[in-house]
Structure formats: C-alpha cells, structure tokens
C-alpha cells in the first residue's frame, strides 16, 4: 500500500516514484487516497500504471488530514499489507513513523535503493554514511528516497475504486490554516533547474535581484542554504538541504554557496551540478561537474543576459 | 506543567562521520560528540516557556551509555530542572528508544514532551512521532513556533511549500525544527554548576520493554562520489559545455 499526497485535484508527482518503487516487490499494489472530495482525483489514479485498487477515504475531516486521523486509519487497514511505503516529503514523515509505532514495527526512513528480499540501502549520518539495512519485520513500512526510483506511468491502469467509511475524527488536533508561498516559478521539489544563492547574496534584495532574472531566463526555481535563510535574505520554504528540501533537478547551480554537508545533502543527487565561487578552494567543486572561480555578481548577470540570448 | 525533553548524544554536525574499514559498523571513537542539534532546539523551547511561566519543571531524557552523562549535564547548564539516564550499550532503533521514553513518561507524567525532530546520526526523524502513536496522544512535528493558551498548544508547523498552524490538545509530542528559536549559549559557571548535578539512572533491562530489533544493519560504506568535475574559464565556455556535453539546451 502507498500512502498518496496530493492537494485534493492533484497527486504530488513523487507519489509515481514511490509506486515505481513498490513495484520491485512484485505483488498487488493498492493506493490510499485519504482526502475531502477527492472522486475526480481517484478516477484519474485510477489510470496510473500497475495499481490495482484505489482506497478512498473521503470525508470533511480529512481535508487536511492530521497525522493522529491519517494514522489512525493507515494502521487500521495496514494489518493487511506486506508492506507500507510513502514519498519522502514532510506530510509522509509525519504520519509513517506514527503508522509503524501503531504496528508495532520498525521503519526505513529515506530508501535509496531496495536490493530484494526486504533488504534496503539508505544514507545515515547526514549523507556521509550508505547503511545496508535488512528487515525481517511482517510489516515493512518506509519512505523512499523518490528520485532514485522510476516514476510509473499514467496511462494504461484500470485500478478499481474502493470507497470506504472514515473513522470518525479522533479530535486530538485541529488544523487552522496553511501558509505557501505564491510563485509564478516552478516548484522547488519538481523543478528542473534550480538556481540556488548563499550568504554571499548579502540582502534579501541582492539575493532577488542578482537572481531572478537567471531563474527567469532558465525558468528555474530558486533555492537557497540556510545561512541565506537565517540571515533572511530567502524564505525558509526554499531551503535546500538536510534541514530543508531535497531536489534532484536535471541540472543545479550553487551560486556563492560554500558547499557544507547538509546543503550538499539536498542536491548531490542532481544530474548536473555547477559551482560559482570566488574561493578556488571552496568544497562545492569537489561535487560540481563544471565549476566557475568568479565573483558572483558580475557571473550571474552575465549567465542572465547570455542565457536569454541564446 | 510539566516538560519532557529528549536530549540524544550524537556527533558534531561538522564532523564527517566515515565507515570503518571492514564496512561492520561507522567510526565513532575520538570523535567530537554532543546534544543533536534539534534537541538544542527543544531544550531552549522549553526553556523559554519556563521562563514565561507556563512551565514549572523541565526533565531532560537521554538513552544511551554512562557517556551521555555529558549531554544531559548541558541541559542542566542550559536550564533543566532534572535529568534521566535510561542506561544501556546496545544501540537501538527509534521504535525501542520511544518504548523507552514512554516508561518514562508514564513515570514523569508530562504535560508536553519536546524531541528534535532528526537525530544527526540516525537521520530517521521517527522517534517523536513513535512515541505520540505509542501514546494515542496528539502531535506536533516540525514546529517552528508554539504557544500555549490554556489547555490548548497552538503551533505552526514546516510543510512542503510552506507552513501550517494546528491547535493540539494536551498533553502533546513535539518536535522541534531548528527555526523554533536560537539556542543560547551554555556559559562555564553554570556548566561547572551542572557537573555537580546528579543525574538519576535508570537501567533499560529494568523497564521490562522488548528492544530487541528486527532490522539489522548488514554493512555500512562510504556513499559513491560524485566524480571530480572540471573547472571553465568563463560563462561562455560553462553554457557551451552544458550544451555540448550534458545536452542541455539553455
Ligand atoms: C543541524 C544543521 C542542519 C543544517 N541544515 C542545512 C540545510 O538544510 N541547508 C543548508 O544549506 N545548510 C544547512 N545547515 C548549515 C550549513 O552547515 C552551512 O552553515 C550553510 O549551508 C552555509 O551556507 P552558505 O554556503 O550560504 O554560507 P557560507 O558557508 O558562509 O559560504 C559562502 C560562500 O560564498 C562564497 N562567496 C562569497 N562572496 C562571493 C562572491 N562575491 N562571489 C562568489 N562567491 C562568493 C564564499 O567563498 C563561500 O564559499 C545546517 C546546519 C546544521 C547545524
Ligand atoms: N537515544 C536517545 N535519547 C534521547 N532522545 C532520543 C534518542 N534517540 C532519539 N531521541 C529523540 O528523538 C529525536 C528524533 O530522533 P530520530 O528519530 O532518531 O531521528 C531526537 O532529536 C531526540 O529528541
């Protein structure tokens, strides 16, 4: 069973990754949609490559569902499954390890790859260390890592669509309001290019105005470390790193961007990564493919006006 | 009301941690080790709510070997009232480490319980969420602000895109995200002050809790690298290659 995120007329695109993943166990595989008005949403999963059935569970209190509900519900039907498995994205992390606890098994956060045999491989001690990890548990419950696995399809499926009946609210939360940020660029986490900006960027002026016009010409989304988000030149939402978003884009540029572990977490696993940096030294181009020595502000300017020429 | 809060000893988030050579296991000895990060975090939230009046006792919690001593001890230095060591020498998975801290819940009797919401070793971010699920009670990941009003825990929370404000009720399982606040400093006197603090030690084999884990850890390597890339000279030379090479049309 795949836990589904969406927004309520969208599945988030990771959720093709995770199905793409559950696929290597080769049984039947279900997809649970928990969501308020979510027919439209279920009739097109139902078309989504390989799955077998589509579990609703469609009530008012599941709008935004709260990980007491979500887990509630997941850990009630989960009895049945042989494995469990999300996208590794914060509205997965709230509720899987909460699922697991009610199961009474243990869980694999982040999965990087899955060898067979309920053996997985996933990075520990801030991405520096690969744990080879087997789980003899009845229930595997994880998160995987969405792009190092394929994204399935949406075209050949013809799943069935099961409605079934939401417990009622447990009522130990309540959910007020949401707050994301507006932007006519790309999602950070889908992007296929992403510019990011450090501390060099100095304001949160410099920062948009040295590197909008890249993002605009590359039609990249913007990330940021979070010494620039501290520093509050770059909203906390598009932290890159450990702390903050991981992305894989097809191709990355650090501008003015040290390089320190938990930033490089978030983005080594980019097809193309590109440095600027005015320190020849700095530990960023040991994980650039092409690498720049340049002052920032006159590199990016530059990219921008060649980029939008070309 | 009562706070609990989990204080893991791990590395320093400097340290580049690397596998020994036989891949058994990682190779922790010499180096620098500390209170995680995030826990700082939830230690300073408590703190503060202390300090506001909200709060009248902080229990710190740490589970791990006699050397964790040193990181309950910053607590204490840092401001918390009481601290726990749940003993052993095994290392243990979140789903044992929340059994764990659940016997000391059912002791301690919280109103809120504060963790990190990573550990820097583990980088698993499941042990709070664990614990609320252990409990049936509510919880609060990720929060980068919380307030109390009465029986009520407001707190805004890091999503995907954004944020989210829920209302919890108590009591509650927090985790704290390195946004919630600004660890203050631990000064000499009051960690000198700490050293003479005794810390209450409880033996895990005497909590009657199963920890025993069904996920083993067959080896551990170093992550394959990145190759070395090349420098360019310029602009030009860097758009030529990416279309050039990688087939990137920009
Ligand atoms: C628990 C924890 C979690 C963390 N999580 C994250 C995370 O998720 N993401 C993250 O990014 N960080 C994270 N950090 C912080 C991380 O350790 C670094 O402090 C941060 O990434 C550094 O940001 P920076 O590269 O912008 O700044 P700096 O390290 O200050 O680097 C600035 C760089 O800009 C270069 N530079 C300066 N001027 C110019 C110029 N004119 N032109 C070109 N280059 C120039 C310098 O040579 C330098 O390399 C975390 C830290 C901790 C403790
Ligand atoms: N051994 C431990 N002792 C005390 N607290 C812990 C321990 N392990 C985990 N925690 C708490 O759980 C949080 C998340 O850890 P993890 O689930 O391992 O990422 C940490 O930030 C701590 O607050």
């Known amino acids: ?310 | 009301m009562k706070i609990l809060v989990a204080i893991k000893r791990v590395q320093d988030y400097n340290i580049k941690v690397q596998p020994k050579s036989d891949g058994s296991d990682v190779d922790i000895e010499g180096v620098k080790m500390g209170v995680n990060p995030f826990d700082e975090n939830a230690i300073e939230e408590a703190i503060r709510l202390k300090e506001k009046g909200v709060v009248s006792e902080i229990v710190g919690v740490s589970i791990g070997s006699s050397l964790n001593q040193d990181v309950l001890r910053q607590g204490l230095a840092m401001g918390v009232d009481k601290a726990i060591l749940v003993e052993t020498d095994k290392v243990l998975q979140p789903l044992a480490i929340a059994k764990l801290i659940k016997k000391v819940v059912e002791k301690e009797k919280p109103d809120l319980i504060l963790f990190g919401k990573l550990a820097l070793d583990s980088d698993a971010g499941q042990t709070g969420q664990m614990l609320a699920g252990l409990l049936n009670c509510s919880q609060g990941t990720f929060a980068s602000s919380v307030e109390i009003k009465g029986t009520e825990v407001f707190i805004t929370r890091e999503i995907d895109g954004g944020t989210e404000s829920i209302v919890t009720k108590l009591p509650v399982v927090l985790t704290a995200d390195l946004r919630l606040n600004e660890p203050r400093f631990v000064k000499l006197p009051d960690l000198m002050m700490a050293r003479k603090k005794s810390i209450e030690t409880i033996k895990a084999d005497d909590l009657g809790v199963d920890v025993s884990s069904k996920l083993k850890t067959i080896n551990v390597s170093e992550p394959p690298q990145r190759k070395e890339g090349i420098k360019v000279k310029d602009i030009k030379e860097l758009l030529q290659k990416l279309n050039d090479i990688e087939g990137i049309k920009i």
């Open chain 1, 1 to 310: 069973m795949i836990l589904a995120e969406h927004d309520g007329k969208k599945l988030n695109n990771v959720v093709f990754n995770a199905i793409g993943a559950a696929e290597i166990f080769g049984g039947s595989i279900d997809l649970l949609i928990i969501g308020k008005g979510v027919d439209e949403l279920a009739r097109l999963a139902s078309k989504i490559d390989g799955v077998d059935k589509i579990i609703k569970f469609d009530a008012p209190h599941l709008e935004h569902p709260l990980a007491e509900d979500a887990a509630n519900i997941i850990s009630e039907i989960g009895q049945d499954y042989r494995v469990i498995l999300a996208p590794h994205t914060w509205f997965s992390r709230n509720i899987l390890p909460r699922v697991a606890a009610l199961l009474d098994v243990s869980m694999i956060s982040d999965v990087l790859k899955i060898t067979g045999d309920n053996t997985y491989i996933r990075s520990t001690y801030a991405g520096n260390v690969h744990a080879t990890i087997k789980s003899d548990e009845p229930i595997q419950v994880f998160t995987v890592h969405s792009s190092k696995f394929k994204a399935v399809g949406l075209n050949g499926g013809d799943a069935l669509i099961v409605d079934s009946k939401a417990p009622e609210p447990l009522n130990l939360s309540r959910w007020e309001k949401e707050r994301k940020i507006e932007s006519d660029r790309p999602p950070l986490i889908n992007a296929k290019v992403v510019i990011s900006g450090g501390r060099s960027l100095g304001s949160a002026e410099k920062f948009n105005e040295v590197l909008s016009p890249l993002a605009d010409n590359l039609g990249a989304a913007i990330g940021a470390t979070r010494a620039a988000v501290d520093a509050g030149y770059a909203p906390n939402e598009i932290q890159v790193g450990q702390t903050g978003v991981v992305v894989a884009p097809e191709l990355y540029i650090a501008i003015g961007v040290s390089g320190a572990n938990q930033h490089i977490y978030g983005m080594k696993d980019s097809r193309v990564v590109v440095a600027i940096n005015n320190d020849p030294d700095a530990t960023i181009f040991q994980f650039a493919d092409y690498g720049l020595v340049a002052d920032l502000f006159e590199a990016v300017p530059e990219m921008a006006t060649l980029v939008s020429k070309t």
